[in-house]
């Protein structure tokens, strides 16, 4: 059994930049790749991005490159999401996810992930 527990979310205004973090309770095969998935109000899941153990590996959701940087630091099995231009539209709860499996570009839609955090509401003012 693997925890996620995310943080850093909050209200933002558009343009600026936010980092959110997520540990894992612990460094598992589940935990191979840790991942970001976002639901916005009334809108499907979506993948924002995801990296390999290691952080040898990233893959980014067409929607997200060139604004994000997603990170991990394996001596605290903690994951990071830096967005940088925030927009209105990034409002969504995001979650941390985990899985033992990885996917080069792009990521499957509908993946089902493992293991979920309980997300983190991030809200972009205009």
């Known amino acids: 059994q693997v925890h996620l527990v995310e943080s850093g979310g909050g209200l933002v205004q558009a343009g600026n930049s936010l980092r959110l973090s997520c540990v894992a309770s612990?460094?598992?095969?589940?935990?191979?790749?840790m991942a970001w998935v976002r639901q916005a109000p009334g809108k499907d899941r979506e993948f924002v991005a995801a990296i390999a153990y290691g952080g040898r590996s990233t893959n980014y959701a067409d929607s997200m490159q060139g604004r994000c940087t997603i990170s991990r630091d394996m001596a605290t099995n903690t994951m990071y999401l830096q967005i940088h231009k925030l927009k209105p539209e990034d409002t969504a709860v995001y979650y941390c996810v985990s899985t033992a499996s990885w996917y080069f570009d792009p990521w499957p839609a509908k993946f089902e992930f493992d293991y979920w955090g309980q997300g983190t509401q991030v809200t972009v003012t205009a």
């Open positions: 612990a460094d598992t095969a589940s935990t191979y790749t």
